[in-house]
């Protein structure tokens, strides 16, 4: 089973840019999750979609970041302008969540981008 | 409400050693409580997982210990071994919205 993918693996830029973020999450799974890491901290939660609506954006700073999942399946996180505090890596999850209480409650990390603004 | 507290941020054992990490949590809306492993350059990877109706699930080397009245659970790792010098992510979740919450992670360093 092919794990969620995303791209680009690094990327860097200055500071007002705006970048975009990919990610192809395992195949089936409804939930897809956007996290952020900053160096040294666990993952905080940006924004979570139950396939092409969005379930939680309540930490998402909408003024520069914002994602789509259209078609329920591919997700793109935008951030437009940059801040040097983005600087981060930028983790993407899926899980199935049809049915809680089962092993599809687990939740699949790709391997994220780590984005520095300069 | 929120929040996961995790501890210690670091931690060094020796080769062999018990390795414990300790997280709490407030929302007692929470009810799905997994640990994470992740390596550098890594995603986050799903290591064990408990649920509160049991106070303890083991896999292996690895236990987690559940304190459903205390809002406390910790993994231990027993026999520690060099590979599994990791960063540990706890987290909870509730199974109404799926949203995850980590705690703020431990750097393990195990001694070869």
């Known amino acids: 089973e092919a794990g969620v993918a995303q791209s680009p693996r690094y990327k860097i830029i200055e500071k007002r840019q705006s970048v975009a973020f990919w990610c192809n999450p395992i195949?089936?799974?409804?939930?897809l999750y956007w996290y952020q890491q900053i160096l040294g901290q666990g993952p905080k939660l940006l924004i979570q979609f139950q396939n092409n609506g969005v379930v939680d954006d309540s930490q998402l700073p909408k003024d520069r970041f914002s994602a789509e999942r259209l078609k329920g399946v591919d997700s793109t996180l935008k951030i437009q302008p940059a801040k040097l505090e983005d600087s981060a890596v930028y983790l993407c999850a899926s899980s199935v969540n049809q049915l809680w209480g089962g092993l599809n409650t687990e939740a699949f990390f790709g391997q994220g981008t780590r984005l520095t603004v300069v | 409400q929120q929040q996961v507290k995790q501890s210690p941020q670091s931690l060094i054992v020796q080769k062999g050693g018990i390795s414990i990490i300790n997280c709490a949590y407030e929302?007692?809306?929470?009810?799905?409580f997994p640990w994470y492993q992740q390596f550098p350059g890594k995603g986050p990877a799903l290591l064990i997982a408990i649920r509160p109706d049991v106070s303890e699930k083991k896999e292996g080397r690895f236990t987690i210990s559940f304190n459903k009245s205390a809002k406390q659970f910790s993994l231990h790792i027993m026999d520690s071994q060099p590979g599994d010098s990791a960063t540990y992510f706890c987290a909870a979740a509730n199974s109404g919205t799926y949203k995850y919450i980590f705690g703020t992670g431990t750097r393990l360093k195990v001694l070869a």
């Open positions: 195949s089936g799974h409804a939930t």
């Open positions: 929302n007692t809306a929470f009810d799905y």
